[in-house]
Structure formats: C-alpha cells, structure tokens
C-alpha cells in the first residue's frame, strides 16, 4: 500500500500537495506545526483542509524552541514582515533557520513509526531564496532521513522525499490545483496573520499573482 504523511501547513501549496497524494497515494496522513509562528491561524484552516480531504490522522505537533530564535520576521514579533516581493539573490527577513529541516525530521520521525514510507513537502521553484527549499536540500535530506530510518534498517524499504512541485511555478501549481479541486477559498498564506489577508506581503502577493484569472 502507498501511504504518504503530508507536511499541511494551510497555505494553497501544501492543500494541492494533499489533494495531489489523495490522488496518488493509497492512505494519506497529514502533519502541522505550531512553532511559534505569527500567522499561527493557519494552523485553523490546516485543520480544515485536512477534513475536508479526508485524511487518516491529522497530527500536531508543536516545536517550541523556534520562540527563543530571534531575527525571523515569522517567529520574532519585533521584526516587522516585509511589504512587496521577495528579494531574489538572498535569502528572506522571513526566513525560519533549518525550518524544514526540523519539520521534515519529526514528520519522518512519525512515518518510521507508522511505517509510512513518503514524506511530502511543498516546495517550489519561487521558493529558492529560502536555502531549505532548494532540490540539493531536499536530496540531501532524503539521504539523512534514510541513514536514519528504522524501516531503511529492518526493512531495507527506502523513505522518499516526495516534492513534486521543485521545478514547479506558483502558477502551475495553482493550475494543478483547479484541475484536483482544491477548494483554495479555505487555504491561507499571509505571512503577518491577519484575518482577511493583509494583501501586501511577499506571500500574500505571490498568492494574488497565482491565482488571478484561475
């Protein structure tokens, strides 16, 4: 059987991530983080969207020492989230050092417990500025995951990596999205965590771009 357990965040890439393995795979679980994050309301409609396509488990997990980082405009409430694009050569005020490195760590940590042989994550090709959202990175972590793994041990069954949206735009991915029926008016990316949208941040104008015309 193909299981996959999904990192959810409730941002529109992860919810077409999750309707892309409810395509793909035969038992899909999901995994979110609360790590502090000053948009934490998106761990709201991650809940939802994992209801609504009907997952196996839907896990939370909280990862508390991101609170003592500072520096990060998602973790450090005296930075204030930038307005307009992101910078291309750098990366972002926004970036959470080694977050998906910890994130694809304890999801992996729960598909070896439940013998779960994917671990999805989102990343894209606009995604590049952030150095953990890079193809070397996430090979490099497939790797470590499978040095790791109790089921690479036993088993000799290798853990896969599973980021199909690496040579992938935001448009395509918003594309992908329409044709897998992703219900997008229940997902949230606003990086500054306000209730509507604050339409002026990086994420929130990615978002707008992706969308528009859909």
Same mark, same amino acid.
């Given at each position: ?11 529109m ?21 609360? %790590? ?8 709201k %409609? ?6 609504l396509?009907?997952?196996?488990e839907?896990?939370l997990?909280?990862?508390?020492s %991101? ?6 405009a ?11 694009e %992101? ?10 050092p ?7 760590a ?23 500025p952030?150095?953990?959202?890079r193809?070397e990175?996430i ?5 470590a ?22 040579g ?47």
């Amino acid at each position: 059987m193909r299981r996959i357990l999904v990192l959810l965040s409730g941002g529109m890439d992860s919810a077409v991530l999750l309707w892309l393995a409810k395509r793909e795979f035969e038992e899909v679980y999901a995994i979110s983080f609360d %790590y502090g994050q000053r948009h934490s309301v998106e761990l709201k %409609y991650a809940k939802i969207l994992a209801q609504l396509a009907g997952v196996k488990e839907h896990i939370l997990v909280e990862v508390p020492s %991101y609170r003592y980082i500072k520096g990060s405009a998602l973790i450090d409430t005296r930075v204030e989230v930038p307005t307009g694009e %992101y910078p291309t050569h750098a990366p972002p005020i926004t970036t959470v050092p080694m977050r998906n490195l910890v994130f694809l760590a304890i999801a992996s940590s729960f598909a070896d417990a439940l013998e779960i042989d994917h671990v999805g994550i989102g990343v894209h090709a606009l995604d590049t500025p952030y150095p953990d959202c890079r193809p070397e990175f996430i090979t490099a972590a497939e790797a470590a995951i499978n040095a790791a793994s109790v089921q690479t041990a036993t088993k000799k069954t290798r853990v896969h990596v599973f980021a199909p949206f690496l040579g992938m735009t935001k448009r395509q991915i918003a594309l992908l999205g329409k044709e897998l029926g992703v219900p997008f008016e229940k997902t949230y990316s606003c990086y500054r965590g306000t209730e509507p949208p604050c339409g002026e941040c990086p994420t929130c104008i990615q978002r707008e771009e992706a969308l528009r015309d859909l």
